[in-house]
């Protein structure tokens, strides 16, 4: 078996689609989503392709060598996002080809479900607890909510106020037995979470998300000691060398993005580092069907997985394209008391509809990462 033609495709909302086909009419598809670069991983992905084009695709494990290494300058979430791609389809062929699907070809099931959890914004204070409500009647036990709009370095009275009644808005929805995670996404300085903090432990949040930008390593360990509530991380990081730092500070969740961090092969290798940390990991992905149908296909191989992200029904995709929009089957993906079933078809689990998929390419995208300003016109962190 041969590959011979690789493509890529811009599916809306903000989406990269790979597809490898071989010699032997087996089709693999991935997703090297980098929200806001598209464009950018599209020429990276097709540029491997000197060194894919003619190989035999199962042999996943040689080729990422080849294009993580073979290069002088590497790394980075570009590249990372590329190669994550291809590895994706790499193993959808594998899988189909021996009619397994990917997490049998990882060791096998750890387990026949895993839990999910659901965004509800909170860029707004208002309507947390309706959206919280309606993830619930959707069917899953747990959410995850931005903690805030744009911040000063050291926000206001008012900003706290805001953020603690999101998280009391989230816990009486949910009562005791639910879960919500607060995403401070790199937009809270390190002395403001400081203060933020224990102000939160009351309400028992599952996780805290990115509470200062992943590069201040220095401030995260601080944080961790300062707190009870536990620190998660990872979405920035794209390979196992840069996830130790994060480790070694004492974080309890790592969120590796199967699409960003060089595909299924890496992730699972920064699991099972995590796992030597004592650290469960809750793989990002508020992506599309290709990277939550890896994702998952990680989740039910890998023992120290907490919660699977997903973005069914994701206030950034509002107006336009959904994620079920592009597989031919969307119960692969059906919630059941919080979780999602083990998937059992060959490869990835999902089938794609490519032409759904080659008409959204027609129209492309142009998604960027909003742009934000504080009171005094200064750059504020999206």
Known sequence: MKIRQIETFLVAP?????????????????????????????????????????EDPRHGERLWQRMTKSGFYRGGPVFSSAVAGIDQALWDIKGKALDLPVHELLGGPVREKVRVYGWVGGDDPTGVA?????????????????????????????????????????????GPDGDFALDFHGRVSAG?????????EPFHPLFVEEPVLPENTGALARLVQGTSVPIATGERLYSRWEVLPALEAGVSVLQPDVAHAGGISEVRRIAALAETFDVAIAPHCPLGPLALAASLQVDFATPNVLIQEQS?????????????????????????????????????????????????????HRWRTPVWHRRDGSLAEW
């Open 14 to 54: 903000r989406w990269v689609f790979v597809r490898i086909a071989t010699d032997e009419d087996v089709v693999g598809w991935g997703e090297a989503s980098l929200e806001g670069h598209g464009e950018a991983v599209r020429a990276a992905v097709h540029a491997f392709e000197d060194c894919l084009l003619g």
């Open 130 to 174: 309706e959206a919280v409500a309606a993830q619930l009647e959707a069917g899953l036990t747990a959410v995850k909510m931005n903690a805030s709009g744009p911040l000063d370095h050291l926000g206001s009275a008012q900003d706290t106020d805001g953020i603690l009644a999101r998280a009391q808005a989230a816990r009486e929805t949910l």
């Open 192 to 200: 403001y979470a400081r203060r933020l903090l224990p102000l939160l």
């Open 312 to 364: 069914i029904g994701i206030h950034y995709n509002a107006g336009s394209s959904e994620l079920l929009d592009y597989v031919v089957d969307p119960a692969v993906f059906a919630f059941t008391d919080g979780y999602i079933h083990r998937p059992t078809a060959p490869g990835l689990g999902v089938t794609v509809d490519e032409g759904a998929v080659r008409r959204a390419d027609e129209l492309g």
